[in-house]
């Protein structure tokens, strides 16, 4: 609340005193006069980080009652490490072991959606939803334990994920969780534990991604087979500025696998079944006809214009 | 029918005869280390071995492979067993992306077959065609003194088991 009331203070000092400051950078004079007789309601403190779209803690972690962690990240690992980084942020807040943790990265069924991963955005924005969910989870956690052990939080810690009291007594995760809804908004960020207490973060780890991408494993989305996956390719042309000017796919639409020739102005391409293409046709191999296995499926006309 | 030795395994293939290596490698083995780069032999992202030499498996037609030996990165070993060029990438965290790493490691294994010594020109010289954009180069050319260290180990010992 002191957060808010300190906002509220200078914003209403500038709409009084600052009117001929703000002139200069309003589109519209209308919009200004009506903040002047009128000035909105202050916006409530906007959450930090990626928590400001997704403000609920189920959108961030997950724990099920055999003690499973799942942290989801709407950002994808590009080789910048934030498979590892990410889950060390989780592991430090939760207080859980950095192997225990799964991390879920850009997956569009169960992750936020957090944009382009770009512009060094990641541990920003998703690294600080993640920390503070984490945070607050832990803090929910030592509250669960607090009331069913009838003992105030002070005498509780937490060790890799179980709440032990000064007595010996623990419940896990796992079983405080049991039948509790995560869908309560992270309203709280004063849990986080403070760099100087970080045992896990800001620590050198071995990268979670390298042994996957040195052996051979999937790791990337070229290794993604799915069932009836088909295959789409760019027909490109000879060169920039080249039009296509004929099109001619009577031939092609005949083909065994072939789905779909797609044409949308100079743009062309092909949608087959599997592994019909079997080498990569370059624009201007399929331009130029030649007789390759690809460049048969387009018979077309293309003549360059100057450009 | 070409018969296709890859890591050990057989392949009976009806693909056609000009297929690139890759594409079998890729879509019919379904192996990932190999990868699509350029597709013209100027990245080296889908090199592997073929009776341990280096080739770009993205512009040799599968044609010219029959009963030759192929070896992809599975070949060197596994996410749970990792060879040991590998084992010394892992070391020295030697990806970014790791996108380029393979083709680096298949000639890293290579040339540390030919000789477990290589002086700094050599693992140069013997890693020139494969592009890494990140920048890990420096960590690439640790792994693959690290690498060199595990062979000459390797090779000191099988000396002292034939004395």
Request: aromatic share 4%; net charge neutral.
């Amino acid at each position: 609340m002191t957060a808010r009331g300190q906002w509220e203070l200078p914003r209403r000092e500038l709409l009084k005193g600052g009117g001929a400051l703000v002139l200069y950078f309003t589109i519209s004079p209308a919009r200004l006069v009506a903040q002047e007789i009128a000035p909105s309601p202050p916006p409530p403190p906007e959450l930090p980080g990626s928590l400001s779209e997704f403000p609920f803690l189920d959108a961030w972690i997950r724990i099920d009652s055999d003690e499973a962690i799942t942290v989801f990240t709407g950002k994808a690992e590009l080789g910048q490490g934030i498979r590892t980084a990410l889950t060390q942020v989780a592991a430090e807040q939760l207080k859980v072991d950095f192997s225990r943790i799964k991390l879920l990265t850009a997956d569009t069924a169960q992750t936020p959606n957090e944009g382009y991963t770009a512009a060094s955005h990641s541990m920003e924005k998703s690294g600080t939803a993640i920390l503070h969910a984490a945070a607050y989870l832990r803090r929910m956690m030592i509250g669960l334990a607090a009331e069913e052990l009838g003992i105030a939080a002070d005498n509780l810690r937490v060790e890799d994920g179980v709440v032990i009291s000064s007595a010996g007594e623990r419940r896990s995760y796992g079983q405080l969780v049991s039948g509790k809804s995560l869908h309560v908004t992270v309203e709280d960020q004063t849990g986080a534990f403070a760099p100087e207490n970080y045992t896990v973060m800001g620590q050198s780890v071995p990268r979670v991604d390298i042994p996957g991408k040195l052996t051979g494993e999937p790791s990337y989305v070229h290794d993604v087979r799915l069932e009836r996956m088909v295959h789409g390719r760019i027909v490109r042309p000879p060169r920039s500025g080249a039009r296509l000017v004929n099109l001619d796919t009577s031939n092609v639409d005949q083909m065994p696998g072939v789905l779909n020739v797609v044409r949308d102005g100079n743009y062309l391409g092909v949608i087959a079944e599997g592994r019909r293409f079997k080498r990569p046709p370059s624009g201007k191999e399929a331009l130029r006809c030649r007789p390759i296995p690809v460049s048969t499926i387009i018979s077309c006309n293309c003549r360059q214009t100057a450009a | 029918m070409i018969t296709l030795r890859v890591n050990g395994s057989t392949l009976e293939t009806d693909s056609d005869p000009e297929t690139p290596l890759l594409y079998v490698l890729r879509n019919d083995m379904e192996l990932n280390g190999a990868k699509f780069g350029c597709g013209l032999g100027q990245c080296g992202s889908c090199t592997v071995l073929v009776d341990n030499m280096p080739i770009f498996s993205c512009l040799t037609p599968i044609a010219m492979l029959a009963d030759r030996d192929i070896t992809t990165l599975e070949g060197l070993g596994s996410i749970d067993a990792p060879g040991p060029v590998q084992r010394a990438f892992i070391e020295e965290q030697a990806a970014q992306c790791g996108y380029c790493i393979p083709g680096m490691i298949i000639r890293a294994h290579a040339l540390l077959m030919r000789n477990s010594a290589p002086d700094e020109a050599a693992i140069r010289d013997a890693l020139e065609p494969s592009l890494c954009r990140c920048g890990t180069h420096m960590r690439i050319l640790r792994a693959v003194r690290r690498a060199s260290e595990g062979f000459q180990e390797q090779t000191s010992a099988a000396r002292e088991r034939n004395r």
